[in-house]
């Protein structure tokens, strides 16, 4: 009966509405699958925890959004643990192989054009994302390690309905995907056209690792035949990659502390480097709180001016100064000091946009001056929020980076192609990138994972965004909805987007936002109007005279919702 009452489940969610805002008392979760959804508030049904959720959310989403995330990965988690009063960083971000040299991404000289080098082994990165999970639900988990794995073998044993996005990506990618034997069988009708929305799909080989992986924890991967078979994908065919089995069974997972900054009347914390997002977010807060923000129209071309200049400003100095800490001297504190930051808010002219936005010269640098990385594409991503009846809280933003990752599939799962986070050029004019590859090393990421804490030191908001660079935007207009014009968290994700890319001011195609760029032009931005299909998932939690109350909000743009009793 369980296993029917599962499989109607899938049935129904996968045609679930997104944009409806979730309200509850006891938990909740927002992720960017239906089907993630339920397997997570299933667990939380179960008394389970915040993080209990999240690792049956993100099985699932392994088999129902193989485009955006999976095993094959990594991921960046922020957890509040409501006991211990304790707020970690775990960080599952790939590693760089050991044999990976910092010119991979050149030829003669020049660098490859992106999917030249994302498509392949060449630019697998050491998945972190089990590794990771394990070792927090070490630490936070309340059920069995194995019962969380059960909705997403049962419904990769008995197949799940290919979605309306889903079905769209493969159409979109299918060129790329026919590449690769395993993800062509998969992917693909036997006459060759690739699979329709409502195609019932099974994946016993993912079944299979899953269960693995439940009997025998993230080792399952990085040891023996699976991981075997990892190295020898990257290895092998067109564009290889470098990985060996030494290289998966060497991962490690780091457990790092948060960075928390001050707006208005609440502390916020993100995700450190080797995330980019966590620094360049409290930046751009930090920026935005010498400014009215509250007094703004949120679609109005002053508030769009303001989010962009304070966006390209916190974006020069990530270009410049941001990447894996543990092996470049990264002036994280510098950045984040509220000196440096007030002197960077003089910046800000509310009537004109700046020329030439250039990195600052943060105190407490270390080490000589680091080149400016050159902006190149990124990708990909997943994000789910959760919040537990005991008050833990998880913000998780997980990815394979690119769309279907490195197109290279392995016993039902796809691997990423994180390595072409690294820059392509590991020196400009003579100077080291900071974000060179190296091996060992975690490339930089723009995944802004957040969660925000009230007068009390109580969490009031989890929140994160899909987008590749433009999270960080995404995650910041989505505060200042919140905290400044005072939206539920349902209309802040539905708004249109705006936010900077490196030098440019991006306004979202389609929406009130693109009527903005003769205004935003004339002030001298460099306007950029493309579809932003961000993927926030926000979870807001309040006390009201009837005790906790918690609303959730999902991007309308991709297939999430939240869900929660």
Known sequence: ????????????????????????????????????????????????????????AQAMLTLVEPQSSGIGGGALLLHWDARSQRLDAWDGRETAPAAAPPTLFLRDGAPMAFHEAAVGGRAVGVPGLLRMLEAAHRAHGVLPWGRLFEPAILAAEEGFFVSPRLAARIAEDAERLRRDPQARAYFFLPEGEPLPEGHRLRNPALAATLRAVAEQ????????????????????????????????????????????????????????????????????????????????????????????????????????????????????????????????????????????PRAGNPPWRLGPLPAAHPPQPEHGTAHLSVMDAAGNVVAMTTTIEDLFGARRMVRGFLLNNQLTDFSFLPEVEGRPVANRLAPGKRPRSSMAPTIVFGPEGEPVLALGSAGGARIIGHVAQTLVALLDWGMEPQAAVSLPRVGARDDVLELEAGTGAAALAPELERRGFPVVVRPMTSGLAVIRAARTPQGRRLTGGADPRREGVALGD
């Open 1 to 56: 009966m369980r296993r029917v009452i599962v499989i109607l489940l899938l049935v129904l969610l996968a045609a679930a509405p997104a944009g409806a805002q979730a309200v509850a008392k006891r938990h909740m979760i927002a992720a960017s699958h239906p089907a993630a959804a339920e397997a997570g508030l299933a667990v939380l049904r179960e008394g389970g925890s915040a993080l209990d959720a999240a690792i049956a």
């Open 217 to 356: 924890g993230a080792d399952a991967l990085h040891y023996g035949p699976i991981a075997g078979d990892i190295a020898a994908a990257v290895r092998r065919g067109p564009n290889p990659g470098t990985m060996t089995t030494d290289d998966l069974a060497g991962y490690r997972p780091v457990r790092r502390q948060a960075v928390c900054g001050v707006y208005r009347a609440v502390t916020v914390c993100g995700f450190p480097p080797p995330s980019s997002g966590g620094v360049a977010v409290l930046q751009i807060l930090a920026l935005l709180g010498h400014q009215d923000m509250a007094g703004l129209e949120p679609r109005g071309a002053d508030a769009a001016h303001l989010l962009g200049e304070a966006g390209r400003l916190a974006f020069a100095d990530r270009n410049r100064y941001l990447a894996d800490a543990d092996q470049v001297p990264v002036p994280v504190r510098g950045l984040l000091d509220p000196v440096y930051l007030t002197l960077r808010a003089q910046l800000l002219d509310r009537d004109r946009a700046l020329a030439e």
